[in-house]
C-alpha cells in the first residue's frame, strides 16, 4: 500500500506557472505507474498526465502537451508535474494517482491509491 500526498498548488495568473509535488510513502515507490488528475467543479474527474515506473514514457491529455510536463524521482519517492502557461482552464483540484498495473493510463479506474487532491486556481 501506498499513501500520497500533493502539494505546490494554489493562485497564479494566466501564463504563470506552478509545479505540484506528489510524496508517496513507503519503500516500491519505483513498482508503480504513476499519473496526475484533475476536477474543476461540476465536472468529472479528467485525466492529465501519466509515467511508467523508470520514467521512460510518459502520456498527456491534448490539451496540456507542450505546457506540462510531468516527471519522478524514485530515489526520493516523488512525482512533479511542472505546469506552464497556465490557462484560467486549468483551474481544477489537482490528483495524484498510483497503479499496479496499467493498460489504459488516462482511466481513473485503473489506479489503486489517490492523493486527497491540491487545488490549482489560474486568474484571467
Known amino acids: 500500500q501506498v499513501q500520497l500526498v500533493e502539494s505546490g498548488g494554489g493562485l497564479v495568473q494566466a501564463g504563470g506557472s506552478l509545479r505540484l509535488s506528489c510524496a508517496a510513502s513507503?519503500?516500491?515507490?519505483?513498482?508503480?505507474?504513476m499519473g496526475w488528475f484533475r476536477q474543476a467543479p461540476g465536472k468529472e474527474r479528467e485525466f492529465v498526465a501519466a509515467?511508467?515506473?523508470?520514467?521512460?514514457?510518459?502520456y498527456y491529455v491534448d490539451s496540456v502537451k507542450g505546457r506540462f510536463t510531468i516527471t519522478r524521482d524514485n530515489a526520493k519517492n516523488t512525482v512533479y508535474l511542472q505546469m506552464n502557461s497556465l490557462k484560467p482552464e486549468d483551474t481544477a483540484v489537482y490528483y495524484c494517482?498510483?497503479?499496479?498495473?496499467?493498460?489504459?493510463?488516462?482511466?481513473?479506474?485503473?489506479?489503486?491509491?489517490w492523493g486527497q487532491g491540491t487545488q490549482v486556481t489560474v486568474s484571467s
Open positions: 494517482a498510483a497503479a499496479h498495473t496499467v493498460y489504459s493510463p488516462n482511466h481513473p479506474d485503473e489506479y489503486d491509491y
Open positions: 513507503g519503500r516500491t515507490f519505483s513498482s508503480y505507474f
Open positions: 509515467i511508467t515506473r523508470s520514467g521512460g514514457n510518459t
